[in-house]
């Protein structure tokens, strides 16, 4: 409670007399309120009270009907009693903290009792507000252990982070991916104005943090809604707090946050945003190595192609799809002509080389819903779904030409490749993962017996 609030006393039974005289010399900063037993009785007017003062000399009525309010709504607020005989035993048990009050009234003594139970209702305010604000964060953690990649970040967030951020604007930020925008929450217009503030804040962070990766920056207009959020013509750069997302020494991204207040936040709000940073850089750091961990599992270290496992499960599902909708597949099997002359003459490193350009010209040849995979030394295998025997092969003959055409070098050393090819074909019923590598296994096979450097179709499946 504010110093320019009134107190509250509550008095209940209590005499005129004693009214006016408490009225006289507390003064205007206190608020009486009084309570009979004819009086209605309700949670509105005991909630928020300092102090109770009840005279018991009648009977216990009235302390009784209030006793459940002063616990719910005034948990700090002190009891006091006035009268000759001692509270009975119901109303001890329901005050168990409740005092004598000598009569004449000791007035700066009550004014002491009045701002100590105002200091403890702020007391128990901050508390409340800081329990508020672990749970939260206790929430949010919660939540951030079940994301398991970059898209379901915002998820997470979006329900917790601004009860936590008394912000007019919450920003995540990862400036080197293609999807820059991990989270935005906005309470009020973006303007141009703030667009460029923001703008500014983050160039000069990132100029300090990643001085060796240089961002593009135009995505942050998208962030605008092209109406002026208040008092925007006030912000600048260092009207923005920014704390980095890092994974060890290296900043992945910002945490970024604009104060509904114009003058900022206090420290301890200042060290929960941090300790949130923080939460969001672990997040980070684990889901990176989840993709590592995943990239590993998945695909062939040298090339970053599928491996041969990966694509195998992935003809599979392509079979399956082929057999149920009665489309076309495609299976290309390539091998390096003379690999084993490379490296016997370059070194292995030109051969690794080979592999890895190989696969790079295979990478930028196929769409996007192809598959592409390295079944081991010098093999791969391409899968065109929903493509003919005649487009299988059309393509398979333009990368032919593509890398006997590319010059390879590994130091000094320039030399070029080819490549023998062999095209399986299938539809519906006869699209079976086996036969289909064996077919096109007999195709490349007859490839490299008709001379290397072609492209041969399999027989059709029986």
Same mark, same amino acid.
Do not use: C, W
């Given at each position: 409670m504010g110093s320019s609030e009134k107190k509250r006393i509550l008095l209940a039974s209590c005499s005129v007399d004693l009214v006016a005289?408490?009225?006289?010399?507390?003064?205007?900063?206190?608020?009486?309120?009084?309570?009979?037993?004819?009086d209605t009785l309700s949670r509105e007017v005991v909630h928020g009270v300092d102090l109770v003062i009840m005279d018991l000399s009648d009977d216990d009525a009235v302390a009784l009907r209030i006793a459940q309010f002063i616990t719910e709504g005034s948990p700090s607020c002190m009891v006091f009693h006035v009268g000759n005989s001692e509270p009975s035993e119901e109303v001890r048990l329901n005050y168990p903290e409740i005092r004598p009050l000598p009569i004449p009234v000791d007035h700066s003594y009550l004014?002491?009792?009045?701002?100590?139970?105002?200091?403890?209702?702020? %007391? @128990? &305010?901050? $508390?409340?507000?800081?329990? !508020? %604000? @672990? &749970?939260? $964060?206790?929430?949010?953690? !919660?939540a951030l252990l079940k994301v398991t990649s970059h898209r379901h970040i915002a998820k997470a967030l979006e329900?917790?982070?601004?009860?936590?951020?008394?912000?007019?604007?919450?920003?995540?930020?990862?400036?080197?991916?293609?999807?820059?925008?991990?989270?935005?929450?906005?309470?009020?217009?973006?303007?141009?104005?703030?667009?460029?503030?923001?703008?500014?804040?983050?160039?000069?962070?990132w100029d300090v943090l990643r001085p060796d990766a240089k961002v593009r920056w135009e995505w942050i207009n998208s962030l605008g809604n092209g109406r002026p959020g208040r008092n925007e013509h006030r912000l600048r750069a260092t009207s923005f707090t920014t704390a980095p997302i890092s994974i060890g020494s290296e900043t992945e991204g910002f945490l970024t946050f604009l104060p509904m207040r114009e003058h900022g936040h206090d420290e301890g709000f200042l060290q929960t945003f941090f300790v949130l940073a923080d939460l969001l850089s672990v997040l980070v750091h684990n889901l990176r190595l989840k993709e590592r961990l995943e990239q590993?599992?998945?695909?062939?270290?040298?090339?970053g192609l599928l491996n041969r496992q990966t694509l195998i499960e992935q003809l599979e599902r392509e079979c399956r799809r082929s057999q149920r909708y009665q489309t076309p597949v495609s299976v290309v099997m390539l091998d390096i002509d003379h690999f084993k002359r490379v490296n016997d003459e370059h070194g292995h490193q030109a051969g690794d080389e080979a592999l890895r350009r190989t696969a790079d010209i295979i990478r930028r040849s196929i769409r996007e819903m192809d598959i592409a995979g390295r079944c081991g030394g010098e093999e791969f295998v391409v899968v065109l779904p929903n493509t003919e025997l005649e487009g299988a092969m059309i393509w398979a003959q333009r990368l032919r030409v593509l890398i006997e055409t590319v010059e390879l070098a590994h130091g000094d050393i320039k030399f070029y490749i080819t490549a023998?090819?062999?095209?399986?074909?299938?539809?519906?019923?006869?699209?079976?993962?086996?036969?289909?590598?064996?077919?096109?296994?007999?195709?490349?096979?007859?490839?490299k017996n008709?001379?290397?450097?072609?492209?041969?179709a399999a027989r059709e499946a029986l």
């Open positions: 005289e408490l009225g006289r010399a507390l003064g205007p900063d206190v608020r009486l309120l009084t309570l009979s037993k004819e004014r002491g009792v009045i701002d100590s139970a105002n200091h403890d209702r702020a %007391r @128990i &305010r901050s $508390l409340s507000s800081e329990k !508020s %604000r @672990i &749970r939260l $964060l206790y929430d949010l953690s !919660s329900e917790t982070l601004p009860q936590i951020l008394d912000a007019s604007m919450i920003l995540l930020t990862f400036p080197t991916r293609t999807v820059p925008i991990g989270y935005f929450y906005t309470a009020e217009g973006v303007g141009e104005l703030k667009m460029k503030a923001l703008r500014t804040h983050l160039e000069d962070a590993r599992a998945t695909h062939d270290g040298l090339t023998s090819m062999g095209v399986a074909h299938a539809t519906g019923t006869s699209s079976i993962t086996d036969s289909m590598i064996a077919r096109a296994d007999a195709a490349l096979y007859e490839a008709q001379g290397r450097n072609r492209v041969v």
